[in-house]
């Protein structure tokens, strides 16, 4: 095997790794705990990396490049991170001269959304489109918009933050980024708890997430959604309401960019129709009718993959012009 690429999709409680071809097929897959004392964390990914490429008998020289997603802002031409306090980075890190230096390989860095969304417009929901928008929902909300093929990053790197639309302008609940009533607080596996606990606290009406709440004293996104399933008039009205403001926020970024497809990731998106069938409704609803015609919305296919993948596909790309 030669011209190999590396991708890391850089978490906070773990580190996803992935040798891949040129061709974009994953030769092989694991991940790491993140230690978040922060200056050992490339090297510990280096160590990981350098254990299995004896493992399966491969050399620096059998690879070309090195991609990481990292969860944060970036500067894609210095490859340098900002505010990565939850990892203990310093603000500034300089990821891509950390990775070169301790893997020995020629590296990129991106935003870790973005990373997401060139996986799937690669290899997964969004092959063959070149104008697509991509969501995770998972313990946040994360976002990444490509036009003709090339992501989105702006003018500092913040370009594509999906999760921090403002959905309610006045008295919402406070995000991590700081500002309040952002869709992240809504629409991520988060905000649906949160929405889940507030309604039950609200009312005195039965519920089977009222149920799930007392017997586990948690409710989680995935209760909210069996519950609905099974006809749960209370889980229903909180997707319904997610789904309003989710669906409103993507019309306002699509009415915009006039995407082909619209991905949905994440580990809400497990919830499959439940969650599309109300949320193409409200898109449809919101969007101008031409931009709703265009863009088909769409669960994303390569899951936990995508990060190292489109990792992998901007080390591909980036590195070799």
């Known amino acids: 095997m030669e011209n190999l690429l590396i991708g890391i999709d850089l978490g906070g409680t773990t580190v996803k790794l992935a040798f891949i071809t040129q061709e974009g097929e994953i030769v092989t897959k694991w991940e790491i705990p993140t230690d978040k004392s922060g200056d050992k964390i490339i090297p510990d990914i280096a160590e990981a990396i350098k254990a299995k490429m004896n493992e399966f008998q491969l050399t620096t020289e059998q690879f070309s490049g090195v991609g990481m997603g990292a969860p944060g802002p970036v500067n894609f031409e210095e490859g340098v991170f900002y505010k990565a306090t939850n990892l203990g980075m310093k603000e500034m890190y300089p990821l891509k001269a950390e990775l070169e230096a301790n893997i020995g390989l020629p590296a990129v860095v991106e935003n870790d959304a973005n990373v997401a969304a060139i996986g799937e417009m690669w290899k997964g929901a969004g092959e063959g489109a070149k104008n697509l928008l991509c969501v995770t929902l998972g313990t946040g909300v994360g976002g990444g918009i490509i036009v003709g093929g090339a992501i989105t990053r702006g003018a500092n790197g913040a370009g594509g933050e999906i ?4 959905s309610i302008p006045e008295g919402g609940a406070l ?5 309040t009533g952002c869709i992240e607080t809504i629409a991520s596996a988060t905000g649906i708890a949160r929405l ?3 309604a039950i606290q609200a009312q005195n009406e039965p519920s089977l997430i009222r149920e799930q709440f007392e017997k586990a004293g948690v409710i989680t996104s995935k209760d909210v959604f069996e519950a609905a399933n099974k006809g749960d008039k209370l889980a229903k009205n909180i997707i319904d ?3 309003y403001h ?5 019309s306002h970024v ?3 960019l006039n995407p082909e497809k619209i991905i949905v990731g994440g580990g809400v998106s497990k919830a499959g129709e439940q969650l599309l069938l109300p949320l193409k409704k409200q898109f449809k609803r919101f969007a101008f009718p031409r931009v709703a015609e265009a863009a088909e919305i769409t669960i994303a296919t390569l899951g936990n993959d995508a ?14 012009k």
């Open 307 to 320: 990060g190292v993948i489109g990792a992998a596909y901007l080390a591909k790309t980036s590195l070799f």
């Open 163 to 166: 999760g921090h639309i403002t």
């Open 196 to 198: 889940a606990k507030e």
């Open 175 to 179: 995000c991590g980024c700081g500002k």
């Open 246 to 250: 989710l669906g409103l926020a993507l």
């Open 254 to 256: 699509a009415n915009g």
């Open 241 to 243: 309401h997610v789904t």
